[in-house]
């Protein structure tokens, strides 16, 4: 399924890993962006572009993000990845896997999405959890996503049987 651009709160490699040994994927470049860096629009169909918004372990000499205070100072200062992320979240349909909406950042943009902003006229914003809890769902339901009890694998095998010809890129 083409995506043109993927958020990783995380610092490993395993989409890059994941995206070399994937023998049918869609697009065939991954374009790895730290969150210091400046923004650049992708304009080829065959690039997925993959922004470390905590720092990668690809690049350790940028920083990295770990501790609140570290996570109250992204938030606050001008930064275009983060600015991007939180006018998505805030109108675009998107999906979230590996992670809880307990993250200090994620959490303070997606209290950017309203009732008002998210757009009921383009498919759900979709949370990933094998095992939610009462709290998940309730801040789902805040945030106006679709709490699927799932993991990441039964997702893709029920999207491949319910649409077997993806659109590509």
């Given at each position: ?25 869609n697009?065939?470049?991954?374009q790895?962006?730290h969150?210091?860096?400046d923004?650049?629009?992708?304009k080829?169909p ?13 690049n ?6 770990f501790?609140?205070?570290q996570?109250a100072e ?11 992320l939180?006018?998505f ?14 993250e ?12 008002a902003t998210s757009?009921?006229?383009?498919g ?7 095992k939610?809890?009462?709290g998940?769902?309730?801040d789902?339901?805040?945030?106006q ?7 990441l694998a039964?997702f893709?095998n ?11 890129a």
């Amino acid at each position: 399924y083409p995506w043109s651009r993927i958020f990783s709160l995380n610092i490993d490699d395993a989409i890059e890993v994941a995206h070399l040994q994937c023998s049918d994927r869609n697009q065939s470049v991954l374009q790895p962006i730290h969150f210091k860096e400046d923004f650049v629009e992708s304009k080829s169909p065959d690039v997925l572009q993959l922004v470390h918004l905590h720092g990668s372990v690809r690049n350790p000499r940028e920083p990295f993000v770990f501790s609140y205070r570290q996570y109250a100072e992204l938030t606050t200062k001008p930064n275009v990845w983060m600015a991007l992320l939180s006018q998505f979240l805030a109108t675009e349909p998107f999906v979230v896997v590996g992670t809880t909406l307990n993250e200090p950042d994620l959490e303070h943009y997606l209290s950017f999405r309203t009732p008002a902003t998210s757009r009921s006229d383009w498919g759900p914003s979709i949370l990933i959890d094998p095992k939610p809890d009462d709290g998940t769902a309730r801040d789902c339901a805040q945030h106006q996503l679709r709490l699927l009890e799932c993991d990441l694998a039964s997702f893709v095998n029920w999207l491949r049987a319910h649409f077997p010809n993806p659109p590509r890129a």
